[in-house]
C-alpha cells in the first residue's frame, strides 16, 4: 500500500446511516402546481357527460346513430299525422296553392327541399292563389291610387269634427288624424282592422275581392281532418328540437286569423251573416288545429287565434240580424269543432324540448351561454354585438364543465312537482358565484336556470282554462240570442210567480237552448211553477253544469260562474220581463264573470247595475270578476265574448255596462 493509498476512515453507527434527501423548492411547486392543476380541471373544466336513463333523459328511444336519444324522431312519433303527405292535411293544400309572401325565406335550400318532402308536393309547382294582408295592401293602394286612402281619412274627419286649416288633431282607435295629414297606408289598414265599420270604405270592399279567393280557400282547407305543419331544421345537420322549433307558419297562420277577422267585420257590415259564420268557424278551426302541432308555444298561438275567433261579432247589423237557425249554425259548429289537444301531451313535448336542449348542451353542440344569458343571446339573434365583458363572460361560462345528469334529474323532479301542482313557482335568480367554484354546484345553478322556464306551463294550463271559459260564455250569449229570436225578448234575470217573487234564475231558462238533450232534459225535471228552493226543487242545487262554470273557479258543487247585470241602463231588469234588444245600443255588456261562485239555480244572486258600476273588475269578490290574471271575459250583445282588463278606465266600463255605439279598441 502506498501513501497515496491510505485506509478510508471508519464510520460509527450512527454515521452509517443513509440520510434522506432534502426536497427543494423545485419540487415542491411541481407536486402543488399538479393539485390545483387537478383540482382546476376536476371542479373546473371537466364535464361528466349526460347518461342515458328514465331519470335523466326521460326516454331512452328512440336513438340517433351517434348514441342520441333522438327528441326530433320522438316528437314526430307522437304528433305526426298519418295524413300529413295527403290531402287530407289543409295545409299541404295552402302551403301547395296559397302564395303567402316571405314564406321558408329563412331555410337554407336543403331545409326547403325537406319540407317539400314531408308534404309530398313538387317544389317546381308554384302557388296560384295570392294573398296580400291588409297592412300591404293599404300600403301599395298608398303608392298607387293614394286618392282610395284619402277618402278613408276624409270620412274619419268628417265624423270627428276635423275640419281642413284646423290644427286639432284627434286620435282614434290608435291612429292620430290631424288636418295635416300624414297619415300612411300602415295607419289606415291599422284603423280599418280594428274599426268595427270596415264596410263602409271602398279600399276595404277591393281588398276582400283581391283576397277573396285566398281565404276561401283557406277557409276550406282548415274544415279537413287535419291541418299540419312538418317540423323541419332551418339549416342542414340541425336536427335537434331546438332547430326545428320555429316556424314561418306561425305569423302566415296569425295573419290568415287576422283576415278572416277583418272579413267578418265587411261581411256583417253588407249583411252576408252567413258568409261572416263561415269565416268566425274556418277561424275557430284554424286555432284547434294550430294547438295540436304540440309544442306550448303552438298551442299558445292557437288558443290566441281561437280568441279571436271569440271576439267576433256576428250579430252587428241592427238592420241585417243574425236568424236563429244562423245562431243555431254557428253554436253547433263551435261545439263540433276538432278535439283539443290533452294538455299532458303538450306538457311532455316541453319536456323532450328541454332534455334535448340539455342533451345539445352535454355534447357542445350549442354554448351553454346561450342559455344563461338570455339578453346577450337574444341581442346577438338580432343583430348585435356583445359588450367585450359580456364576451369574456361568455367565453368562461362555455369553457367550464358541468355534470349534465344532475342538470337532466334535476330539470325532471322539478317539471314532475310542477305539474302535479306540488311544487313552488320558481322565480329566476341571478347566478351565485360562489356556487360556480365546484362542479356540483355549478351544475345545480344550470338547473334551476332552466326549471324557471316551467312555470310556463302553469301559464299554458291556464290560458287553456280561459279559452274554455270564452266557450262557455259564447255559447250561452249565442243561447241568450237564439231565445231572443225566439220570443222576441232576452230572458228575465228572473222568473216570477203572481206576486212578482223570483222563481228560478235565467240559468235555468236557458236550459233547452244550449244545444245539449241532458240539460234539455234536466230543463224537464224542474218544477217552473215552484221557488227555485222548493222542496222538490233543491235536489238539483249541487248538479254541476259545466257550460255554468269557469274552468279556473274554485269547484264547488253546483256553483255557477256566470252573471248578469241587473239595472235600469242594462239588458236586464228586476221586474221579472225580458226585454227588448231593439232598446239598447250596439256594444252592451250581455254576460258577466263572478269570482265567487254562486248556486246555478238561485235568482235573486245577480249584479247590480250599481255595484258593477262602482267595484270595477276584480276589486271585490262579489262583483264581477274571475280566476283569470289581469281581468275578466265579458259577454257582448253582438255575440262576441271579448276580455276586460282590470286597467279598463272605470268610464270606458260604465260605457260598455250601459251600452255604446263605439266598440271597444281592441
Known sequence: MTEDQSPLPKLTPEENVEKPRKIGCVTIMWVVALILIFLVWFNGLRSVTL??????????????????????????????????????NGYRLVFQRVQYPGRLRDMSPQAVQKFYEELGLNPNIPPDLPYTDIWSFCRHIEAAEPELLEDVIRLIKQERGIEDGDEETVEVLGVTFSSGGGIDGYEVANWLYFSGDPHRFPITQRWVEATGPALDFIAEAVAKPVYFVPFVADREGEEWLYAIYASSALQESREYARAFQLRTKYRVGIGDIAGAIDDVLACYRLGRHWESRGMIVDALVGIAIEGIATAMAIDDNPTVPASEAQLQRLAEGIRNLPPRMKEELVFEMERFFALDM???????????????????????????TPT??????????????????????????????????????????????????TLNWRSHEIANKLCCGIPALRACREAYRRKDCCDNMRQIV???????????????????????????????????????????ELYSQIKLDEPWNSEHNRQFHERNIDIYRCP??????????????????????????????????????????????????????????????????NKVAASIGSNHTGGANFGLRDGSVTFYSTTISQGAFIGQIRGSDTPMPW
Open 478 to 520: 249565442l243561447a241568450m240570442l237564439i231565445y231572443e229570436r225566439r220570443h222576441g225578448t232576452l230572458p228575465p234575470a228572473f222568473s216570477v210567480d203572481a206576486d212578482g217573487k223570483p222563481l228560478h234564475s235565467w240559468r235555468v231558462l236557458l236550459l233547452p237552448y244550449l244545444g245539449d238533450e241532458l240539460l234539455t
Open 358 to 384: 340539455i342533451q345539445s348542451l352535454s355534447a357542445k353542440r350549442a354554448p351553454v351561454s346561450s342559455v344563461l344569458d338570455d339578453s346577450i343571446a337574444y341581442r346577438t339573434a338580432m343583430g348585435g
Open 388 to 437: 367585450t365583458k359580456e364576451k369574456i363572460l361568455s367565453f368562461i361560462q362555455d369553457s367550464l364543465g358541468y355534470n349534465w345528469n344532475i342538470v337532466a334529474r334535476r330539470y325532471n323532479e322539478t317539471y314532475d312537482e310542477v305539474i302535479a301542482d306540488t311544487g313552488p313557482v320558481l322565480v329566476p335568480t341571478g347566478m351565485r358565484p360562489l356556487n360556480w367554484l
Open 552 to 617: 279556473s273557479a274554485v269547484k264547488n258543487d253546483g256553483e255557477a260562474s256566470y252573471l248578469v247585470i241587473v239595472g235600469d241602463d242594462t239588458l236586464f231588469g228586476s221586474d221579472g220581463n225580458g226585454r227588448l234588444l231593439a232598446d239598447f245600443k250596439r256594444h252592451i255588456i250581455l254576460l258577466v264573470e263572478r269570482k265567487e261562485g254562486v248556486c246555478w239555480m238561485r235568482p235573486d244572486a245577480e249584479i247590480t247595475q250599481h255595484v258593477a258600476e262602482t267595484d270595477h273588475i
Open 51 to 88: 347518461r342515458i336513463t328514465p331519470e335523466t333523459t326521460y326516454i331512452t328511444e328512440p336513438l340517433t346513430p351517434d348514441g342520441r336519444v333522438d327528441y326530433v324522431a320522438a316528437v314526430k312519433q307522437k304528433l305526426y299525422p298519418a295524413e300529413i303527405a295527403t290531402d287530407d
